[in-house]
């Protein structure tokens, strides 16, 4: 089982705290609150590939740029491939992207229309069984948390109305890809990545700028067959680019033919 929001599997299953799309709970988070901004600090936040997009066109910069100063990426034993996290601010360790927290007039956060999905779906985590079956399907729950007085503080709405309400439909669809990837067979082998694989995982998933120059600035159009209209839509969309980026590691590093070589180069 997957698990989002950094809960462990034993906590939710224990817990009773399975809700379907319809289930309803109560919440609300304003600067009204005493505790606006305490979930903003010390906080491990795990970007997806679709986070970084969105965060790094918000602010107007690269996706190299983005990840040195805004990001870290751990490596714990075990893990099977590069994650990102966000990076909190030295000395007070608040999200960078919180404005003036804890005083008069904050503002709360600079990129809230490109917030993390995990941003955007608190207090809700969710939970997905790597092989749903009809008896275990994937839930959602709610976190909470002795910092956060916002549980029970408004009209009770439905686990579908609050993701509709906060945009995280638009981060689900452009995450499947990148989830169907992470949980993908190859990683239930004892095989870990190859260094070079971990790099090229990394660029495609993340830095995607630096992608876009491997795909143009070397031999990789003159090894793979692409039309030219997914040819000058990966030149301008990024969107378009991450998912090419998904089925180029699925080649890469899967071995699957998602991808076609010309002919000559196999």
Request: hydrophobic residues 40%.
């Amino acid at each position: 089982m997957t698990c989002e929001a950094g809960v462990s599997p034993q906590t939710i299953l224990s817990a009773g705290n399975r809700m379907a799309l319809d289930d309803c709970f109560s919440f609300a988070c304003n600067p009204a609150l005493d505790c606006f901004g305490r979930c903003c600090r010390d906080v491990a936040i795990v970007l997806t590939p679709y986070d970084v997009l969105r965060l790094k066109r918000a602010l107007g910069i690269d996706s190299t740029e983005f990840l040195e100063k805004y990001t870290l990426s751990p490596q714990a034993p075990g893990q099977k491939f590069p994650i990102v996290m966000l990076r909190m601010r030295e000395g007070d360790k608040l999200c960078p992207f919180l404005s003036a927290a804890e005083t008069p007039g904050c503002q709360g956060c600079s990129v809230y229309a490109h917030r993390p999905w995990a941003c955007r779906m608190y207090p809700l985590g969710a939970a997905e069984p790597k092989t749903p079956t009809p008896a275990d399907q994937p839930f959602h729950f709610v976190i909470r948390e002795n910092l956060c007085h916002g549980h029970d503080r408004n009209e009770p709405v439905s686990v579908r109305q609050w993701m509709e309400s906060q945009g995280a439909e638009t981060f689900e669809m452009m995450g499947a890809g990148f989830k169907e990837l992470t949980l993908h067979d190859f990683w239930d082998g004892d095989r870990p990545l190859t260094q070079p694989q971990a790099a090229m995982f990394y660029m495609a998933c993340y830095d995607l700028d630096r992608f876009r120059r491997f795909v143009f600035e070397t031999r990789f159009l003159q090894l793979f067959e692409l039309d030219e209209a997914r040819i000058e839509a990966l030149r301008a969309d990024d969107e378009e680019l991450l998912e090419f980026a998904i089925q180029w590691l699925r080649f890469a590093i899967f071995g699957e033919r998602s991808m076609k070589m010309r002919r000559g180069r196999q």
